[in-house]
């Protein structure tokens, strides 16, 4: 079953559960596979890899926007975002630890034989890819920070 499909089976068990909160956060997720599909150029398929993405970047707007809403002192606003947020989250991968993500970028340093900042875009180029859907890319490029300056 295609990430497209379990949104959908889940969308009919919110409304049978009354659940409104997960109800909203679905049709939201699938307004936004639906444009995917619907866009110029693609064939009328979303492929998982590119749902993946999608909800990466549904969660990453949910949470600024959370962050936004404690700013204006809002905060039945960013609860309701978060646990929108929560719901989403959901139907992606388990995230890396960071222990995980430590070893993995000290992996690609070696194999892209960085030595220094300077050589961050070649680490983080190949990190992006190979890490995508594992790990948030602030969390990536913090570490990959962290791991040249030493």
């Known amino acids: 079953m295609t990430l497209f499909d379990q949104v959908s089976e889940d969308i009919k068990k919110a409304m049978l559960a009354k659940d409104k909160v ?10 936004e596979f ?14 998982d890899e590119q749902a993946l993405r999608i909800l990466q970047k549904l969660v990453k707007q949910r949470k600024e926007a959370a962050e936004m809403y404690t700013a204006a002192a809002r905060p039945e606003l960013a609860e309701e ?41 070649k680490v983080m180029g190949v990190a992006t890819k190979s890490l995508a859907g594992k790990a948030e890319g602030r969390a990536i490029s913090t570490m990959v920070k962290t791991l040249l300056a030493k």
């Open 81 to 121: 975002e978060l646990n929108q947020c929560r719901i989403i989250e959901q139907y992606l991968p388990q995230m890396m630890s960071e222990d995980e993500l430590r070893q993995a970028l000290e992996q690609i340093i070696a194999q892209v034989g960085a030595t220094g900042p300077q050589d961050m875009g």
């Open 22 to 31: 997960a109800l909203d956060a679905l049709r939201g997720v699938k307004k």
């Open 34 to 47: 639906l444009e995917a599909k619907t866009a110029p150029g693609s064939n009328g398929e979303l492929p």
